[in-house]
């Protein structure tokens, strides 16, 4: 599977360059190359990343102290980009201490030259999941199991997302929390079903505080604490959902295409099959949840809605 991942490879070789190019293109992975930090601070004030490798010694900045720049750099597509970027620094060095002090730069891992396969795929699997959310051994579990079963499940979880945010926040502003605790249950649930065990947990966490603030059960923490906890860690748990929700579809798009047989695609040319004409109305019932988030004022809401049109729009078309 071709992944979508990009990755920045800063090292003052040439030749270890291209050994480190040859092992991600093997894991399907596309990236810059680059040689020394000032390269580096280039390239990253052009794009995001998914993940950087730095090779420790090199002629003027080490990996350390490019560590450190990139960790003060402001800027990127998404906040706290900088701070966030998972940075992982290469060294031939056997030093325990060097390795200290390359974590306490802002490093998130170390890995030893020359660099291995194995432990590049497991720094992949830790910092880049094909899926946010689901780890690579869930992942494929599910896909080994029932691959095109597996992408029906994760198509209906996706479709039904943006309902998800447009529920939990009508119940959130209307302080109903037991509306609230039903929607994260739910939520916890689906989680499982798709193997997103991370996130079923942090939604479990929700709706036991949920109940909580509706008495129905005691959690040990007062009513402004347990909302607190819910203003701060729901929009963390709808960003995680809205963050996995294209990779989720790129997965079940390289199992199902969902491309037209001839024959239906024949029979579309005569008359609208019953999907398409059940597409369309889902089209309008996207505009109307547009025109009602903007009418509240939900910038945020609406930009959402138009994005879920956009996305429909285009598979129509197809």
Wanted: charged share 30%; hydrophobic share 40%; net charge negative.
């Amino acid at each position: 599977m071709k992944s979508k991942k990009h990755f920045l490879v800063v090292d003052d070789s040439e030749l270890s360059l291209r050994v480190t190019e040859m092992l991600l293109n093997s894991f399907g992975i596309s990236g810059d190359y680059v040689s020394g930090a000032d390269a580096a601070f280039t390239a990253l004030s052009r794009r995001d990343y998914d993940l950087v490798l730095i090779d420790y010694l090199m002629p003027g900045m080490n990996g350390i102290e490019t560590v450190e720049v990139i960790r003060r750099m402001a800027g990127g597509q998404r906040r706290g980009y900088y701070a966030n970027l998972p940075i992982i620094i290469l060294t031939a060095e056997e030093n325990e201490e060097l390795v200290a002090e390359m974590i306490a730069s802002g490093a998130n891992g170390v890995l030893t030259k020359p660099l291995q396969a194995e432990d590049l795929k497991k720094v992949m699997s830790e910092w880049t999941p094909r899926v946010h959310g689901i780890s690579d051994e869930s992942l494929d579990a599910a896909l080994a199991e029932d691959p095109e079963g597996f992408a029906e499940l994760v198509r209906i979880f996706c479709e039904d997302i943006p309902a998800k945010r447009a529920r939990i926040d009508a119940a959130l502003n209307a302080a109903d929390y037991e509306e609230y605790t039903v929607e994260v249950h739910r939520i916890k649930g689906e989680c499982k079903i798709i193997n997103a065990n991370e996130l079923a947990e942090a939604a479990k966490v929700l709706e036991f505080t949920g109940k909580a603030i509706t008495g129905a059960v005691p959690n040990g923490k007062n009513d402004e604490d347990n909302k607190m906890t819910v203003l701060v860690d729901t929009p963390k748990l709808l960003y995680a959902l809205e963050q996995m929700r294209p990779e989720l579809l790129d997965v079940a798009d390289d199992i199902m295409p969902g491309e037209e047989e001839p024959a239906a695609a024949a029979e579309q040319s005569e008359a609208p099959s019953a999907v398409r004409k059940d597409e369309l109305e889902k089209l309008l019932r996207y505009a109307d949840h547009a025109l009602e988030s903007l009418g509240d004022g939900d910038i945020q809401l609406t930009s959402e809605w138009l994005e879920e049109i956009k996305e429909l729009t285009v598979r129509l078309l197809r």
